[in-house]
């Protein structure tokens, strides 16, 4: 059993703190006008900005003693009305896919309608809400010309929640003008109990790999499962087991691998699990004292702009719809010492 998307999620794992601040503030009646809900993907940032969303446009229901922060029934109106995406007094923006199969952005022409959305009276005469995901893949003149004159000038009982796994690449101007709420990954307990209610039909292995490699991020953990993020793994361990001199034979053959897939997310899943790789055995060595084998030949600097340098070539690959296999080869013939 998968979880449903955010917007109809009633679980909230992990992140009580979190929530019972959102609450706390709201019923204050000094609840600020934008959060900055921030955190590592998929660790559950958008689940509870609709949950909090849903929780205000219902009126701040008092929790039952012992219930978890900013609980909504299911069966409540409110709860059905947002995860069918028809309420009037609720306004979501999440990334979508331009034209020629460019990478997904926020797109100005939805940062305009939520401009005119707040413009607007609430319909049913108390909160509204703005929901914005993924912040960071916003298209340059959303923040700056659209966003900001929001936060600037923010409308009456209108709260915006700016979800974001990436807070260091948003403008000073718009950290300054939010109330910043970190979520933290979940502890691998949590994270095992989850995976084995939506994948029971992994083996425990299996699960505890996911868990590993997601770094207690459940939604992380899902898109690993769906797009072959164990196999991926494993294309990882055997680059790193051959270096510092990586075969060209090996490095075709991976490559190979990895674009053989049809899925074109197989590159950057695989780009980003290598470098999950490396700054987690670099994190290790330096905590430990100990030497890395396939991390010789190189001072930790330049490991640190190589793991940059990948990064970058993983973006450039997946928006300018590159040729993936030489990204893949391109990658590979930078960690390999000659």
């Keep these: 059993m998968t979880p449903p998307e955010p917007r109809a999620n009633p679980e909230l794992v992990g992140h009580d703190d979190a929530a019972r601040t959102l609450e706390e503030a709201a019923r204050s009646g000094r609840l600020p006008h934008a959060w900055l809900i921030a955190g590592p993907s998929g660790v559950g940032k958008a689940t ?28 409540h109106p409110v709860f059905r009305r947002v995860a069918a995406g028809a309420h009037a007094d609720l306004f979501s923006m999440a990334p979508n896919t331009g034209e020629r199969g460019k990478k997904e952005v926020l797109r100005a022409e939805d940062a305009r309608a939520a401009l005119r959305f707040m413009a607007m009276t609430a319909a049913e005469g108390g909160w509204r809400a703005v929901v914005v995901e993924e912040l960071e893949r916003a298209e340059r003149e959303v923040v700056p010309n659209i966003l900001l004159k929001t936060l600037e000038e923010p409308p009456p009982r ?37 995976l084995g209610r939506w994948l029971p039909e992994l083996g425990g292995p299996e699960r505890a790999g996911l868990a590993r490699i997601a770094d207690g991020c459940p939604g992380r953990a899902l898109l690993l499962a769906e797009g072959e993020g164990l196999a991926l793994q494993s294309l990882v361990d055997e680059v790193l087991a051959g270096l510092p001199r ?41 905590r430990e004292g100990t030497a890395l084998r396939w991390a010789e030949g190189r001072s930790l600097a330049e490991w640190s702009t190589l793991w940059e340098k990948l990064g970058r070539l993983a973006d ?12 893949v080869l391109s990658s590979l013939g930078m960690l390999a010492v000659r």
């Design 48 to 75: 509870l900005a609709y949950r909090f969303a849903r929780w205000l446009l219902a009126g701040l229901p008092p929790a039952a003693r012992g219930a978890v922060p900013l609980r909504l029934p299911e069966e």
């Design 316 to 327: 450039e690959t997946e928006r300018l719809n590159l040729d993936r296999k030489q990204a």
């Design 158 to 194: 209108t709260v915006q929640l700016l979800v974001t796994s990436a807070p260091d690449r948003l403008l000073p101007t718009i950290r300054s003008r939010c109330r910043r709420l970190d979520l933290a990954p979940l502890p691998d307990p949590a994270m095992q109990g989850l």
């Design 246 to 286: 990586l075969d060209p034979r090996l490095a075709q053959d991976i490559a190979d691998r990895v674009t053989a897939r049809r899925d074109a997310a197989a590159l950057t899943t695989f780009m980003a699990l290598l470098r999950r790789a490396m700054a987690s055995g670099l994190r290790g060595a330096a």
